[in-house]
C-alpha cells in the first residue's frame, strides 16, 4: 500500500515562497509521471504541474513561470517550488500520479494572506 506524505506548506505574504515536498513510501515511484493537485476551499481538485520519470515538466498557466515540479527518484520524493505566490494559490496540496491515482495523502496546507 502507497502512501504519500506532504509536507512544506504554511502562511506566507504574498510575493513569498514556499517549498512543498512529498514522500512515497510503499512502491517505487521512478517508472510513473508524478504531479501536484491543489483544491481550494469550494472549489474542484486541480492539476498545477506534473513531471515524467525522464524530468520533463509540464504546468497549469496559472502557475507557469511561477512554480517549478521536480523529483529525486532515489528518496521516492518530488517537490514543488513556488515562488511569487499569490493570494489565489491558497489551497491544500497534494501529489499523486498523474495517471491511476494512488489512495491520496492528507496534503498541505498553503495560505497566502497579508
Same mark, same amino acid.
Given at each position: 500500500?502507497?502512501?504519500?506524505?506532504?509536507?512544506?506548506?504554511?502562511?506566507?505574504?504574498?510575493?513569498?515562497?514556499? #517549498?512543498?515536498?512529498?514522500?512515497?513510501?510503499?512502491?517505487?515511484?521512478?517508472?510513473?509521471?508524478?504531479?501536484?493537485?491543489?483544491?481550494?476551499?469550494? *472549489?474542484? #481538485?486541480?492539476?498545477?504541474?506534473?513531471?515524467?520519470? %525522464?524530468?520533463?515538466?509540464?504546468?497549469?498557466?496559472?502557475?507557469?513561470?511561477?512554480?517549478?515540479?521536480?523529483?529525486?527518484?532515489?528518496?521516492?520524493?518530488?517537490?514543488?517550488?513556488?515562488?511569487?505566490? *499569490?493570494?489565489?494559490?491558497?489551497?491544500?496540496?497534494?501529489?499523486? #500520479? #498523474?495517471?491511476?491515482?494512488?489512495?491520496?495523502?492528507? %496534503?498541505?496546507?498553503?495560505?497566502?494572506?497579508?
Amino acid at each position: 500500500q502507497v502512501q504519500l506524505v506532504e509536507s512544506g506548506g504554511g502562511l506566507v505574504q504574498p510575493g513569498g515562497s514556499l #517549498r512543498l515536498s512529498c514522500a512515497a513510501s510503499g512502491s517505487i515511484f521512478s517508472p510513473y509521471v508524478m504531479a501536484w493537485y491543489r483544491q481550494a476551499p469550494g *472549489k474542484e #481538485r486541480e492539476l498545477v504541474a506534473t513531471i515524467t520519470s %525522464g524530468g520533463n515538466t509540464d504546468y497549469a498557466d496559472s502557475v507557469k513561470g511561477r512554480f517549478t515540479i521536480s523529483r529525486d527518484n532515489a528518496k521516492n520524493t518530488v517537490y514543488l517550488q513556488m515562488n511569487s505566490l *499569490k493570494p489565489e494559490d491558497t489551497a491544500v496540496y497534494y501529489c499523486n #500520479r #498523474r495517471y491511476g491515482f494512488w489512495n491520496w495523502g492528507q %496534503g498541505t496546507q498553503v495560505t497566502v494572506s497579508s
